[in-house]
């Protein structure tokens, strides 16, 4: 789970924005926050602002900071990232820096970076308690230091230990924990939490962007859930009321997705921590379901849809509904995910994107309903100030961004406004009250001629 996110010279985001999942003062809609002991957190955030504000470069920060992590950044296109508002900020580095919770254990993990040059500069991990900080390990780059502080070790976990620093010593291109990744510590480790970390950000920060799929992710189920997609889309209202199932060769499955993610399916579906026997992937023009077979093997289907009990004769293939449909399709693998989820954060860009107004509140709504006893985080851009209600949302929810007058973007939350409880807070939004709205300037300023 998420409990903070900085960033520092970044796109937009010039000096150091902070986000926080952390209650604020408002004291309405306990049932939105994940207690775990002495740790409260939200589990839903909407963030407004004008166009170009720089909702979406919040997002692409928690993507770029996280590629980073999970591929090294010399597999990531950094070269342009950097905050080119000040043309100093080319040499300076660029700061990422999560606080998360993993096992009742909450974690600082940062580090800095030269995205022009990709180079790394430091990095840094530690354990935060009530009291105080400690420090797990820190690392300078260019002075090839590298500070441990792991207790506990037995003998052989130090001896690794000590393997792993001296290769990663004076290493600029890779951080330690990209480098721990790769080595696939072992579970009996007192190592282990390391590798934890990493499964977080590679396999629990889920980033989708407006027009992105999840194609690279399979939402599981089993057999006695086979009717749970349909039964969504016909609570949201979209008209389809089954489903019909076409099998099809696992050659011309193959050829409708990438090899790789062809690769990461048959990895997932047999792996020992899968309990479903089935999933179903969105991929360009297709609906897929895939099914688990003895052997390791697999079946695949194509899904199609019927609307209404008069039309069973007609189906309807995947690519043939609506974009805010699809967009739905896509967006439901959250919910089926949320409902037993173990500290998944998902970000969405755009959220109402293709959607009715009435529908994105009904789908935050929902998201709320199954995710009560889950660990589950979504944070969301949008711009429908519908949600913005403070009977549907605590004030600590919503966020702004504001771009200033050097064109830097600046983060706040409505908390800090002190809003009554029963405050119509969209139409105070829309006024002004807040910031975070577009300046136009007057129609006929657009219209005079420049042509000298």
Excluded at 141 to 164: A, E, Q
Excluded at 168 to 185: H, P, V
Excluded at 400 to 419: G, I, M, P, Q
Excluded at 430 to 452: H, I, K, Q, T, V
């Amino acid at each position: 789970m998420l409990i903070r996110f900085n960033v520092e010279n970044f796109l937009s985001f010039n000096k150091n924005e902070e986000f926080s999942m952390l209650p604020g003062r408002a004291k309405t809609l306990p049932n939105h926050l994940i207690e775990q002991g002495d740790v409260k957190l939200l589990k839903y955030c909407a963030m407004y602002g004008a166009n170009a504000s720089g909702k979406s470069n919040f997002v692409k920060a928690l993507d770029v900071a996280k590629q980073i992590i999970t591929k090294g950044i010399e597999n990531v296109n950094t070269t342009n990232k950097y905050c080119r508002y000040s043309k100093a900020n080319i040499d300076k580095p660029t700061s990422f820096e999560f606080e998360i919770r993993l096992n009742d254990i909450s974690y600082a993990y940062g580090f800095k970076a030269n995205l022009y040059a990709r180079k790394i500069h430091s990095e840094w991990l530690y354990e935060i308690t009530p009291k105080k900080e400690i420090m797990i390990f820190e690392r300078i780059v260019s002075d090839s230091f590298f500070d441990p502080n792991f207790s506990g070790l037995t003998k052989v976990d130090n001896t690794k230990l000590n393997v792993y620093i001296d290769d990663i010593k004076g290493m600029d291109d890779n951080l330690f924990l990209t480098e721990l990744a790769r080595k696939k510590i072992k579970k009996d480790s007192k190592l282990y939490f390391l590798n934890d970390i990493c499964n977080w950000f590679d396999g629990k920060l889920k980033i989708i962007y407006p027009h992105s799929e999840l194609g690279g992710v399979i939402y599981f189920f089993n057999a006695d859930e086979k009717n749970t997609l349909t039964n969504w889309l016909t609570f949201f209202d979209t008209g389809i009321t089954h489903f019909k199932l076409k099998e099809i060769s696992i050659d011309e499955f193959e050829k409708n997705i990438p090899q790789e993610l062809f690769e990461k399916i048959i990895e997932d579906m047999n792996s020992s921590e899968n309990i479903f026997n089935a999933g179903i992937l969105s991929y360009g023009d297709n609906l897929f379901e895939v099914s688990k077979l003895k052997c390791k093997n697999i079946a695949v289907q194509k899904l199609s849809f019927e609307h209404g009990e008069k039309n069973k004769d007609i189906d309807f293939e995947y690519h043939e509904e609506s974009d805010g449909t699809r967009r739905l399709i896509d967006l439901l693998t959250i919910i089926q995910e949320s409902t037993t989820d173990d500290g998944t954060l998902f970000v969405v860009d755009e959220i109402d994107r293709s959607l009715h107004p009435m529908l994105t509140k009904k789908f935050i709504e929902l998201f709320f309903k199954v995710a009560e006893d889950s660990k589950s985080q979504l944070i969301t851009t949008t711009h429908e100030s519908v949600l913005m209600d403070l009977s549907l949302l605590r004030r600590d929810e919503v966020w702004f961004v504001e771009r200033e007058t050097d064109y830097n973007s600046h983060l706040f939350s409505l908390d800090a406004f002190k809003e009554r409880y029963d405050k119509k807070v969209n139409k105070a939004y829309l006024e002004g009250r807040y910031g975070a709205l577009p300046l136009f300037n007057s129609f006929d300023s657009c219209m005079e001629n420049n042509d000298g």
